[in-house]
């Protein structure tokens, strides 16, 4: 472990928000009840249509470390660019307007951050909550991400899903500015600067705190904009697969013929990049889409050196992949990814 003598960075928090009047409050109060105090807020206003501008004005008039500014540009990214262009802090990190901070999140991120180094990102476990109760299948998200930020071992499933929460990590500036911060305009932006924390080789920071409450509402832009549709994901992640664990001497092979795996499909064929495609549909099995034929599972035992895309979504169907895939010593992400 690496300690650094740097007794009390300044931390940049880094805010956009957009029509949040009804949570930003809160938001706030959070933050200035944070028992680490040295700090500033870059909180930025992506045209906001409410009330959302004169609430944050009235917490900037009360306290200096408040820096409330107006987009110049529109969207998430844009807003992050310019708060990041504004900000001095020795350490980065990100704040949703209708999330709360716990007191102790900003100290427990600090120290782990000096006490591991540069070329780490240090992260926290985040809770659920919602009025109407949190759904299953945020529960579901919630359980596996701190499962694996418990141990620190994000990454092994990176393709699956955004392995680090938006609002919930801190990195080094230096370190940030050399993945190229927040400048790719890529959707969805906090998992694209996740794939840029892995390709940089970034180590995460094991972590058994609760640092983040994570607010769910039917008008939460994740769950509404286009930006973070289920197509913009599976682009994103065979981005970054094939700029950094694609190895073009194996035989890459993939697993499903749905949506995912279709859309998987036409992208490789479009870069004239060579795959075998298995599914256990009889009614797609020896099909030619795009060009390429579909076989059946058990095509396998015929391919060496194999590298897979595994798109099924079925939970059963996947432990049962899982176990054959283990039989066989095959690795994660070296020899395997999931995409669902």
Known sequence: MYIRKMQKPLISILTPFK???????????SILKQSYTHWELLIVDDHSTDSSYEVVKRFAKNDNRIKLIKNEGNGIIEALKLAFKLSKGDFITRMDSDD????????????????????????????????????????????????????GSNYSEIYKECVIPSPCWMVYRDDLIACDAFNPNRYPEDYDLTFRFYKHQYKC????????????????????????????????????????????????????????????????????????????????????????KLRAFNYLKQLTNAQSIITVANKKAQKEIRAYLKQIDMKPVEDYVFFC
Request: glycine residues 8%; proline residues 4%.
């Open 205 to 292: 920071i094991p972590c058994n705190d609760v640092l983040h409450y994570w607010r769910d509402y039917n008008t939460r832009t994740s769950r509404t904009h286009i930006h973070y549709a289920q197509n913009h994901f599976t682009t994103l992640k065979l981005h970054y697969f094939l700029d950094v664990d694609y190895d073009p001497k194996r035989t890459l092979v993939i697993w499903g013929a749905g949506t995912k795996g279709k859309l998987i499909a036409k992208i490789l064929t479009r870069k004239g990049i060579p795959f075998e495609w298995i599914c256990d549909n009889p009614n797609k099995i020896g099909r030619d889409i795009y060009g390429t």
């Open 100 to 151: 709360i901070m716990p007191p102790n999140k900003l100290k427990v991120l600090a120290t782990n951050l000096l006490n591991y180094g540069k070329q780490h990102v240090a992260v926290g476990l985040v809770k659920y909550f919602c009025d109407g109760g949190v759904k299953e299948g945020y529960k579901s998200y919630e359980q596996w991400l701190n499962t694996l930020t418990e141990i």
């Open 19 to 29: 029509n949040t009047e009804a949570y930003l409050a809160e938001c706030l109060d």
